[in-house]
């Protein structure tokens, strides 16, 4: 093996950690591909900063699931299938989405990496690892510029686009973003954290609200209640307007089912994000597990419940959610529950909040891109000068590129290339369920690994996935399913709408093309279970892992020492930390 197998060495003093870790440290920090041995030597300017806590990775892992998805995209799905269909469509996708969470939280804890492509390199395939991280790049190069768009938009629930130009939105949203990314990690991950706190806030205000609407809490005093799944009903027949399509039955409500099932595959997108900040989070073995342990209590909370008492508060054949339309307060069913319920005012609320949720988005975008190109020039597949990062951890090459592709926001100012980038939209969507496949691939591998090279993963990790290995499985079948069901409502009635098949589906086949192309033309093998590489900068993580046991430990007894028996790290991690 390219590596030496360093985690054999015994660790028996502090001199030992401080040696583990400079021995190893540039190059865990800008992991090396085994097939590009020349790219090893590492200097200064190529590394990334460990400048995340453990509240700024769980924040992020939250925030990233938060978005208008919620807000906003829950309207057409309560529209097309009913309130049951879309509980339980909702419930069943939030499942899949912590095994994803739990299996990517697995393998980082055990030796965090710089994004999925080194991951998929090193326990799976390296034509996996090229891939799914071009794919996952493809996605993040196109989202920022979505997100401007829907960020000039939802200002035009205020100021028209008669009155003001959309691109000045756009540019001044823009530069916001830039300079987040630009001052460094610490900077983003202080950002996001409280641009994340403030969604949580929000979505629990809306929760309450609808909670206390269907109760009759409101001006109008009308107890709902369940009222909503008697008439029209929980499950609805499918029907396309657009197509004159109307399918009655079990079979029409099957179909309508499927539908916004694929619908909430892209709420929950966005949740894996969090995983690329792994690299740069300090005491990752910490960290991560809070992380992920949280995210499914959050989902619980933030998407079921708030699913459930939407389809309490609004009809699926309400006149304004039928008419609804757009990207502003106007389209969010949480907003028309406002306005039946007779309350003034808050659509303003609601439309300040969804602009905050583009703009969170559009930042953790921004970052994703660069990181993600970062790792991939790491794993050998992009240009090296994508690892140059500047004095502040900061890959500066990789904002660049993804400032260049934001600049597709202002073809949306011209009305005949906006359909033009709603295809752009169109085609990234599928990207992020592809990740998911690929994130489950490698812990199944991972677990498979484990297992031939007598790892104990209950007894010599320091986070096991639940319900394993069952629940990858059954994760990776519903992402199956759901990639290939994506967009089959086009083969439904006529006309047959080839541009929305094509610009949904072509995803696929150039991740199929991507993968086979660089197996054939690299001769790569999939790994066997007992050579996949479990050693190499191991020693590094349980040394640092170790460090932070000490500083904590020191912390306590300093505590202790000044008479203080809590303090405010103690009072967060016990209380705020299973919130924000």
């Known amino acids: 093996m390219l590596f030496e197998k360093d985690a054999e060495k015994q660790i028996s003093s502090p ?10 440290t540039e190059d865990y920090d800008l992991y090396v591909a085994k097939s590009n041995p020349e790219f090893i030597n590492l200097k200064e300017g190529h590394q990334l900063r460990k400048g995340l806590d453990s509240r700024h990775t769980t924040m992020i892992a939250i925030g990233g699931a938060l978005g208008t998805g919620l807000l906003i995209g829950t309207g057409s799905a309560l529209r097309q299938a009913g309130p049951g269909a879309i509980f339980i469509a909702y419930g069943l996708i939030g499942m899949v989405v912590f095994m994803v969470m739990s299996g990517l939280g697995e393998v980082a804890t055990f030796v965090p990496l710089n994004g999925f492509a080194n991951y998929g390199q090193r326990y799976v395939d390296d034509a996996l690892g090229f891939a799914c991280g071009y794919v996952y790049l493809f996605k993040y190069l196109i989202l920022p510029a979505n997100q401007l768009v829907a960020g000039s938009l939802t200002v035009q629930y205020w100021v028209s686009k008669e009155r003001l130009n959309p691109g000045v939105w756009i540019t001044i949203f823009l530069i916001i973003i830039l300079i987040v990314n630009l001052l460094g990690v610490r900077f983003f991950g202080e950002i996001e954290f409280y641009l994340s706190t403030l969604k949580v806030l929000t979505c629990l205000g809306v929760i ?4 206390i609407i269907a109760l009759g809490g409101g001006p109008t005093h009308d107890r709902l209640g369940f009222r909503y799944w008697r008439d029209p009903g929980a499950f609805l027949e499918y ?3 657009s197509k004159d399509l109307l399918i009655e039955g079990s079979l029409g409500r099957f179909v309508s089912f499927v539908s916004v099932l694929v619908t909430a595959v892209f709420a929950y997108l966005g949740t894996e994000l969090v995983g690329i900040t792994f690299s740069e989070t300090r005491n990752p073995r910490r960290s991560i597990p809070k992380a992920i342990k949280l995210t499914f209590y959050r989902i619980l909370v933030f998407y079921i419940l708030s699913i459930l008492f939407l389809g309490m508060c609004v009809a699926a054949n309400d006149p304004l959610l039928l008419s609804a339309s757009g990207n502003s307060a106007s389209a969010s069913p949480f907003v028309i529950a406002i306005k039946n319920a007779r309350i003034n005012g808050l659509d303003h609320v609601i439309n300040a909040c969804i ?8 930042n953790s975008d921004m970052y994703v891109c660069s990181r993600t190109i970062y790792s991939l020039a790491v794993a050998g597949y992009a240009p090296k000068f994508f690892t140059k990062t500047s004095k502040r951890g900061v890959p500066y090459y990789g904002i660049a590129l993804n400032f260049a592709f934001t600049l597709l926001a202002y073809m949306t100012v011209s009305s005949s290339s906006a359909q033009i980038f709603t295809y752009f939209v169109n085609v990234v969507s599928l990207t992020g369920l592809i990740a998911w496949s690929c994130i489950l691939v490698i812990h199944i591998r991972f677990m498979q690994a484990c297992k031939a090279q007598g790892i104990d993963r209950t007894r010599d990790l320091a986070y ?3 319900l394993q290995p069952y629940g990858s499985y059954f994760a990776l079948t519903i992402c199956v399913l759901v990639i290939l069901l994506k967009n089959f409502t086009v083969f439904l009635g006529k006309p047959f709408t080839y541009k929305t098949f094509i610009t949904g589906y072509i995803v696929l086949p150039v991740f199929v093309i991507m993968f086979v192309g660089y197996k054939l033309y690299f001769k790569t093998k999939w790994i066997p279970s007992s050579e996949v590489d479990l ?4 020693d590094v993580i349980d040394a640092e892992a170790e460090i932070f046991k000490q500083e904590d430990q020191e912390r306590k007894a300093r505590r202790e020492a000044e008479g203080k028996m809590f303090d405010k790290e103690w009072f967060y991690e016990k209380f705020l930390g299973w919130l924000f």
């Open 15 to 24: 001199d030992d950690l401080t040696s583990v870790i400079s021995r190893h």
């Open 464 to 466: 096991k996935s639940p």
């Open 208 to 211: 309450l609200l609808m909670f």
């Open 535 to 538: 050693h190499t900068f191991k």
């Open 239 to 241: 029907s396309d307007k």
């Open 355 to 362: 602009l905050l949720f583009v703009l969170s988005a559009a």
